[in-house]
T-cell receptor
């Protein structure tokens, strides 16, 4: 069964500092990988996704992520965080169902990002 | 284009009651998925509908059911509510529900069971 691990429950970063959020996945086939962000009381917004090709993926709001198959990782990075980046970040994995159709996304437990002034 | 809308946004019910939540996908999207989010279990996949048919189902009891209408709007029903059903229920839509296709999430319905 697929699984996603986000080892860091909370991360505190100073405004302007760089950020890396870790994500490790387990999936039996070629994974589709996603990073979503959730602000308090809101739904999920897609930051970026990886299907194939270039392993360094650019997303919105200055985020990027690198897929490393050998490490089963898909870490999210940002060179300089802003106070508005404070939120909950979720890594998710999905894939191809044998019968077709949407394979429900499997999410990690999330990383709560705190920005210090 | 309007985003995914969910109604109601907040709901309070008592144990044993049933509840129906509604989701209107982005115009043109035919796949609707439902997720439950709780502090303890995180985000968990409930089921996915496409063209009024349930194509995929997560590991939830039969008290959780859903349906989709011809206009792609979807409803989720939970019968015989339990305290543990208190959660944020998120709906997501995509064009065809193909693997890897971006799912766009609504703001959720927050259900509190007393």
């Amino acid at each position: 069964a697929q699984s996603v691990t986000q080892p860091d429950i909370h991360i505190t970063v100073s405004e302007g500092a760089s950020l890396e959020l870790r994500c490790n996945y387990s999936y039996g086939a070629t994974p589709y990988l996603f990073w979503y962000v959730q602000s308090p009381g809101q739904g999920l917004q897609l930051l970026l996704k990886y299907f194939s090709g270039d392993t360094l993926v650019q997303g919105i709001k200055g985020f990027e992520a690198e897929f490393k198959r050998s490490q089963s990782s898909f870490n999210l990075r940002k060179p300089s965080v802003h106070w508005s980046d404070a939120a909950e970040y979720f890594c998710a994995v999905g894939g191809l169902l044998s019968g077709g159709g949407a394979d429900g996304l499997t999410f990690g437990k999330g990383t709560h990002l705190i920005i210090q002034p | 284009k309007a985003g995914v809308t969910q109604t109601p946004r907040y709901l309070i019910k008592t144990r044993g009651q049933q509840v129906t939540l509604s989701c209107s996908p982005i115009s043109g999207h035919r796949s609707v998925s439902w997720y439950q989010q709780t502090p303890g279990q995180g985000l968990q996949f409930l089921f996915e509908y496409f063209s009024e048919t349930q194509r995929n189902k997560g590991n939830f009891p039969g008290r959780f059911s859903g349906r989709q209408f011809s206009n792609s709007r979807s409803e989720m029903n939970v019968s015989t509510l339990e305290l543990g059903d208190s959660a944020l229920y998120l709906c997501a839509s995509s064009y065809s529900g193909s693997s890897g296709e971006t799912q766009y999430f609504g703001p959720g319905t927050r259900l509190l069971v007393l």
